[in-house]
């Protein structure tokens, strides 16, 4: 057996460096504390917590059948639920990339088929989960500090934001339009079983999830895109991007869900800077009313390496959302974190962290809760064929 297995990672690896391919493992590990004051407790977050963890661990497999034709597999072994078949596409929640890409007309277009990333979020969204320290209420929900309304009257307000984490990744097709630096794509994706919120206990609106009900899935509309990615000179990017999807999460309830991205970046040498428009927004039609939920977001990060081998991040979002049913409310979110790293080699995807972040909600009714969190960790990005 073992015999075996040494024969195949061999071959493996000599067709992988024979398409010029690469098989990387991309692992963070931390300790994490996390510390609520007594408002946040008492609206439900917390208690709280410390924890050693796997904050990202996943195997990455790229390769290139010719000039024409690339595939990738990443599989996470960390970092997400594991092993819940999605009946939809017949993958696990567990991977990330299972898709094969192909050029056309000269490599000004190219088809992608399988599931792959959604150009969703802005810079924030295409940034590694690896890199960050903490993550916007657009990009990751406002559960966290029990952020969710309850009116007492509708539906529509007893459940928070779930953020576009839940569709980073999603199977469907991709034609991208390339010219120059720039590149404009249109995608067309299953739905995620929860988009849009996340439930917090109530049964109205609930969504029935992802399985088989008699002969037809519970959900049978689509996801459309479009996202646009573009380079000027050798600074400046920008990206934009637009997402919508409709759903019934339950008998008799009309759903739409959009998300919408403006970002810009510039970097050189020394400096790396993020700016980010985010919005979120949920709109639930019953019989009697309609209801939308609106998440306004402002994410500007900036990292400075200032030696070969250090580099402080600061990173701030500011978030305001509103629910606008049977009454209105609005809750704001403001959050900002301080970072620092260090590289022992300039070249190496290897380093050590530590991080401190500060995020505080303000409620529409009541005081502000607060939440600190400290982070310390490493992270390796590594070629098992190099």
């Known amino acids: ?10 071959t493996t690896a000599a067709v992988t460096t024979a398409h010029a391919g690469s098989v990387s493992l991309d692992l963070r590990a931390d300790y994490q504390g996390q510390t609520f004051d007594s408002a946040a407790i008492d609206a439900g977050a917390g208690p709280d917590n410390s924890k050693f963890y796997l904050q990202t661990g996943r195997l990455d497999f790229q390769g290139k059948l010719n000039d024409e034709t690339d595939y990738r597999l990443r599989w996470r072994f960390a970092g997400k639920d594991q092993a819940t078949l999605q009946k939809r596409d017949n993958t696990f929640q567990d991977v990330d990339f299972a898709y094969v890409s192909n050029k056309m007309a000269d490599g000004m277009l190219k088809l992608t088929i399988g599931k792959f990333g959604a150009d969703i979020g802005g810079f924030e969204g295409a940034n590694s989960g690896a890199d960050m320290y903490f993550t916007s209420e657009a990009y990751n929900g406002t559960s966290y500090l029990g952020g969710y309304y309850n009116n007492g009257s509708d539906e529509t307000g007893r459940a928070s934001l779930s953020g576009f984490t839940r569709i980073l990744y999603y199977t469907g097709a991709k034609l991208a339009f390339t010219f120059a630096d720039q590149e404009i794509n249109i995608q067309g994706a299953n739905i995620d079983t929860l988009n849009g919120r996340t439930q917090t206990g109530n049964t109205l609106g609930t969504p029935s999830g992802d399985h088989l009900d008699g002969t037809a ?12 990615k573009g380079k000027f000179g050798d600074n400046w990017q920008a990206r934009a991007s637009y997402h919508m999807m409709k759903t019934e999460p339950a008998a008799g309830l009309d759903g739409t869900v959009q998300y919408i991205a403006v970002g810009g970046q510039f970097q050189s040498e020394a400096w790396l800077i993020q700016l980010d428009y985010l919005m979120n927004s949920y709109k639930e039609t019953i019989p009697a009313e309609t209801g939308t939920d609106t998440l306004t977001s402002i994410v500007a990060s900036a990292k400075w390496s200032f030696t070969d081998n250090w580099a402080a991040i600061l990173k701030a979002a500011y978030s305001i959302e509103k629910f606008d049913d049977a009454t209105s409310a609005e809750n704001k979110y403001m959050s900002e974190g301080l970072a620092m790293e260090y590289k022992p080699k300039k070249d190496d995807v290897f380093r050590y962290h530590v991080a401190y972040n500060f995020r505080t909600m303000s409620p529409d009714a009541g005081g502000d809760r607060n939440l600190q969190e400290f982070v310390v960790g490493t992270r390796i990005l590594a070629d098992f064929l190099k």
Do not use: E
Not at 1 to 10: I, P, R, S, V, W
Not at 219 to 224: D, K
């Open 1 to 10: 057996m073992k015999k075996f297995l040494l024969a195949a990672l061999a």
């Open 217 to 228: 899935l519970d959900q049978n509309t689509a996801l459309y895109a479009i996202a646009y």
